[in-house]
Nanobody, 122 residues
Framework: QVQLVESGGGLVQNGGSLRLSCAASGRIFSAPAMGWFRQAPGKEREFVAAISWSGDTTKYADSVKGRFTISRDSAKNTVYLQMNSLKPEDTAVYYC???????????????WGQGTQVTVSS
């Protein structure tokens, strides 16, 4: 199994920025694609962004396109989510995810992190 540990969440004002990090360890070769999901109170967990092992392929939810950027440092087995122009509706627990492919990680990830809280004040 792959182990995922997120960091970088916190409280930010409307329009501000945050960068989340997710460090992967364990059987990374079994789940080389990585991504981010989020879950707001009372809502279902939703896909945010995903990236392939090489970094050549990225996918984003429509709600974050143009504001969020996913990237990775494969040498460090770490994926990042740069979040700009944050809105109160971005408030959620953000989860790191891993899967065998970019397509799979957007739908049925094989590994999850414990989550990190992001709160955007209005």
């Amino acid at each position: 199994q792959v182990q995922l540990v997120e960091s970088g969440g916190g409280l930010v004002q409307n329009g501000g920025s945050l960068r989340l990090s997710c460090a992967a360890s364990g059987r990374i070769f079994s789940a080389p694609a990585m991504g981010w999901f989020r879950q707001a109170p009372g809502k279902e967990r939703e896909f945010v962004a995903a990236i392939s092992w090489s970094g050549d392929t990225t996918k984003y939810a429509d709600s974050v396109k143009g504001r969020f950027t996913i990237s990775r440092d494969s040498a460090k087995n770490t994926v990042y989510l740069q979040m700009n122009s944050l809105k109160p509706e971005d408030t959620a627990v953000y989860y790191c995810a891993a899967g065998p492919s970019t397509v799979r990680v957007t739908t049925t990830p094989s590994g999850w992190g414990q989550g990190t809280q992001v709160t955007v004040s209005s």
